[in-house]
T-cell receptor, first 120, second 113 residues
Framework: DTGVSQDPRHKITKRGQNVTFRCDPI?????LYWYRQTLGQGPEFLTYFQNEAQLEKSRLLSDRFSAERPKGSFSTLEIQRTEQGDSAMYLC??????????????????FGPGTRLTVL | QQPVQSPQAVILREGEDAVINCSSSKALYSVHWYRQKHGEAPVFLMI?????EQKGHDKISASFNEKKQQSSLYLTASQLSYSGTYFC??????????????FGTGTKLQVIP
């Protein structure tokens, strides 16, 4: 399977604990995004990487959230001191490199299956 | 700014048509359409970039109005497999913006036999 993969698929934790999620994008994709989705809502943008550089962070991303993409391949999202409000589906998506001449033409984003976090 | 979708939900019988609208208060650089089935990740349908553009994908097509503030998704001769929640998403408002997508409020579509 060459799609986007995420691990774990489900995580149950107690309030105050730290959790870390991993995303492996499609191998030739240099752009990677994290989104959060709660029940009945659309995904909300959290952060964006181009290669290893984190180029944008949403204001939704409090200081308890940190994301890395150390070698421009897989990415991790860590939540420290989890709160019940952090319970959600965390989605990772990737996109291929922009082609010369595209300007900033949008490309499709390929989503992974998500990690469902439940904070008790 | 989150785009607004209408209707919020729709039930169709197989073979019927549906239109889902997506509106923004300001002009958009691009609009994206995704479908998400229950318990699954969103799946890309199409992107529209130009005012007046229309694009099709099987019996699902979309349009982007001239002012680039509204897009509509058209589902014709609906099939059971079309069931799911449809999200529009807006791309960066200016060229050079990063490709994050701001997703709309969603339209839940159910096709029944």
């Amino acid at each position: 399977d060459t799609g986007v993969s995420q691990d774990p698929r489900h995580k149950i934790t107690k309030r105050g604990q730290n959790v870390t999620f991993r995303c492996d994008p499609i191998s030739e994709h240099n752009r990677l995004y994290w989104y959060r989705q709660t029940l009945g809502q659309g995904p909300e943008f959290l952060t964006y990487f181009q290669n290893e550089a984190q180029l944008e962070k949403s204001r939704l991303l409090s200081d308890r959230f940190s994301a890395e993409r150390p070698k421009g391949s897989f990415s991790t999202l860590e939540i420290q001191r989890t709160e019940q409000g952090d319970s959600a589906m965390y989605l990772c998506a990737s996109s291929p490199p922009l082609l010369a001449g595209d300007g900033m033409v949008g490309n499709e984003q390929f989503f992974g299956p998500g990690t469902r976090l439940t904070v008790l | 700014q989150q785009p607004v979708q209408s209707p919020q939900a729709v039930i169709l019988r197989e073979g019927e048509d549906a239109v889902i609208n997506c509106s923004s208060s300001k002009a958009l650089y691009s609009v994206h359409w995704y479908r998400q089935k229950h318990g699954e990740a969103p799946v890309f349908l199409m992107i529209l970039l130009k005012g007046g553009e229309q694009k099709g994908h099987d019996k699902i097509s979309a349009s982007f109005n001239e002012k680039k503030q509204q897009s509509s998704l058209y589902l014709t001769a609906s099939q059971l497999s079309y069931s799911g929640t449809y999200f529009c998403g807006t791309g960066p408002t200016l060229p050079g913006g990063y490709q994050k997508v701001t997703f709309g409020t969603g339209t839940k579509l159910q096709v029944i036999p």
